[in-house]
């Protein structure tokens, strides 16, 4: 369970990072299963290493997996967190190619509490991808103040940001790196100002993304907007839902049976 003090950074700066929350033997199990499943979803084909993959969901794809979300280190965190009732929106494995430039998402601003999952199977640093954020940005008015000059020119989304806001780079804004080793825990707030600048292509990472329970209006027209313009949020997988686990079943039921939204056949 997180201390008073960590669930106080996370409000207050966006992010936390947890270290060695995961073992070496589970890293490792982890990367298999991720480069298992970015291969077949490439059919055979090698990495070519010209643009990012994602395979989505992925931890619910297979039986090693499929318990750490279940995991009192995910579960109780998330918890902690986000309170009893939420979530799981979506997850993925990647294969991070270039840059991430700067962006805070504006969807879910004081409606939807959520916290997104990193976790990265190699070491990272400002130098080679590590997630950097700008601590507090997502609190008023820093937000507006950031908002005001990277979205409103580029709706479509972080790859149209401008290179050089605030007439300097991207990697030059003043933020905070958040170095990780394997086995540590990434969590931020996608409204938090975050980007990732340098390392090679192909570099792996998971993530996992929970928001609050849609338990009122405003939510519930907040999801049902985005479940339209997607693919995959919001869109249960029918591991989860089979599930004899309260826990797995719980953070995905009311998308499917109340909601009505499709599950995914995995």
């Known amino acids: 369970m997180l201390t008073p003090d960590q669930k106080t950074h996370y409000e207050v700066f966006g992010y936390l990072v947890?270290?060695?929350v995961f073992s070496d033997d589970e890293i490792v199990m982890m990367g298999k299963a991720a480069d298992d499943a970015l291969d077949e979803a490439r059919h055979g084909d090698n990495f070519d290493g010209k643009k990012s993959q994602t395979v989505m969901p992925f931890f619910e794809r297979r039986g090693s997996t499929r318990p750490l979300l279940e995991d009192d280190r995910i579960y109780e965190t998330v918890a902690d967190l986000l309170g009893?009732?939420?979530?799981?929106v979506l997850t993925e494995a990647h294969y991070s190619v270039g840059d991430t430039q700067w962006h805070g998402d504006h969807r879910t601003r004081g409606i939807l509490p959520n916290v997104k999952m990193g976790i990265y199977l190699e070491p990272v640093n400002r130098d080679n991808g590590c997630l950097r954020v700008m601590p507090g940005s997502h609190r008023s008015p820093f937000f507006e103040s950031l908002s005001s000059i990277l979205l409103p020119k580029h709706p479509m989304g972080p790859e149209d940001y401008p290179l050089r806001p605030f007439d300097v780079?991207?990697?030059?804004?003043p933020c905070v790196d958040l170095d990780s080793q394997p086995g540590d825990l990434v969590l931020f707030t996608e409204?938090?100002?975050h980007a990732a600048f340098g390392g090679r292509s192909g570099r792996p990472r998971l993530a996992l993304n929970f928001e609050a329970m849609p338990n009122n209006a405003q939510r519930i027209a907040c999801i049902r907007e985005e479940y339209a313009k997607t693919?995959?949020?919001?869109?249960p997988a029918q591991s989860l839902l089979k599930s004899s686990s309260p826990r797995l079943r719980g953070m995905v039921a009311p998308l499917h049976e109340q909601l009505g939204f499709d599950a995914i056949d995995v």
Do not use: C, T
């Not at 009893?84 to 799981?88: G, N, R």
């Not at 693919?231 to 869109?235: G, P, Q, S």
């Open 18 to 20: 947890l270290r060695n």
């Open 231 to 235: 693919k995959f949020l919001y869109r």
């Open 84 to 88: 009893p009732e939420f979530m799981l």
């Open 191 to 193: 409204e938090v100002f």
């Open 169 to 173: 780079s991207g990697a030059d804004l």
